[in-house]
């Protein structure tokens, strides 16, 4: 008599354990679908992601290569004014130079003609 107690204790395990089987594999199969589509759609969003990411990075890199080509510009502007203050003073040196040996030749031609008075006296 235990033996076939024990047999339908076996059988009435099975039988409950298949039905616990019925009732929450169709619904674990729908969550298991549910989690795989979440996952693709979690690495598509993180894909995404990824990518503005890095355009928000080259983004960035070009108002820092804007912000390079106006210091470009600025110092462009300066170079231009300073050469052209280095060609005026330049200019203005040689007008001076000419200026400082046209007046020693002057002095000298008057010193020469003052010598022959000089010395007539």
């Keep these: 008599m235990e033996e076939s107690t024990t047999a339908d204790e076996a059988k009435t395990v099975q039988l409950l354990a298949k039905g616990i089987m019925e009732m929450y594999e169709p619904p674990l ?3 298991n679908t549910h989690l795989k589509e979440l996952t693709e759609k979690q690495e ?6 990824t990518s503005e990411k890095r355009r928000l990075e080259d983004l960035q890199n070009d108002v820092m290569l804007d912000a390079l080509l106006a210091d470009i510009a600025t110092n462009r502007e300066k170079l231009v004014t300073i050469s052209n203050s280095m060609m005026s003073l330049h200019k203005r040196v040689q007008s ?11 002095a000298k031609v008057k010193a ?10």
């Excluded at 598509?44 to 992601?49: F, S």
């Excluded at 001076?96 to 002057?106: G, H, I, P, S, Y």
């Design 112 to 121: 020469a003609a003052n010598k022959p008075a000089a010395s007539s006296s």
């Design 96 to 106: 001076l130079q000419t200026r400082a040996a046209n007046v020693e030749k002057a």
């Design 44 to 49: 598509a969003v993180q894909g995404m992601l």
């Design 29 to 31: 199969t729908t969550i």
